[in-house]
């Protein structure tokens, strides 16, 4: 399992709607071979050491069942899906993506 996690930084005037259409493009990544689960988080200016500047930052969590999976999405539907944003918000946002691997969980009633 790992988790391919979109660090999103959306303009103040593009918010709302950004925040309208998110749900569903989650949706949409989620119907993905392997995807399954989501989270969006907010995250704080301050606690990133960066100045308010009216934009909002969230990020979003993909629980993906394994390499091969995200390897597949990356190849033949991120360029869509990525294109999708981009075609409705243009220079309102910034997207920038990483990718986490699950070495353990403790504490926690999680099926890994």
């Known amino acids: 399992m790992l988790v391919y996690e979109v660090n999103l930084e ?3 005037e593009a918010k709302f709607a950004f925040a309208g259409w998110l749900p569903g ?15 969006w988080f907010f ?8 100045e308010p500047n009216g934009s909002q930052l969230w990020t979003i969590q ?5 390499k091969d999976n995200l390897e597949t999405y990356l190849k ?6 990525r294109e999708e944003a981009i ?11 990483r990718v986490l691997h699950l070495l353990s969980v403790a504490g926690a ?4």
């Open 10 to 12: 959306v303009k103040e």
């Open 25 to 39: 493009h989650i949706d949409q990544m989620l119907k993905f071979e392997g995807f399954k689960a989501a989270q």
């Open 43 to 50: 995250r704080n200016h301050e606690e990133e050491d960066r």
């Open 62 to 66: 993909y629980i993906i069942e394994s």
């Open 76 to 81: 033949r539907h991120a360029p869509k899906m």
């Open 87 to 97: 075609a409705k918000f243009g220079d309102k946002f910034s997207a920038t993506r």
């Open 109 to 112: 009633d999680f099926d890994v």
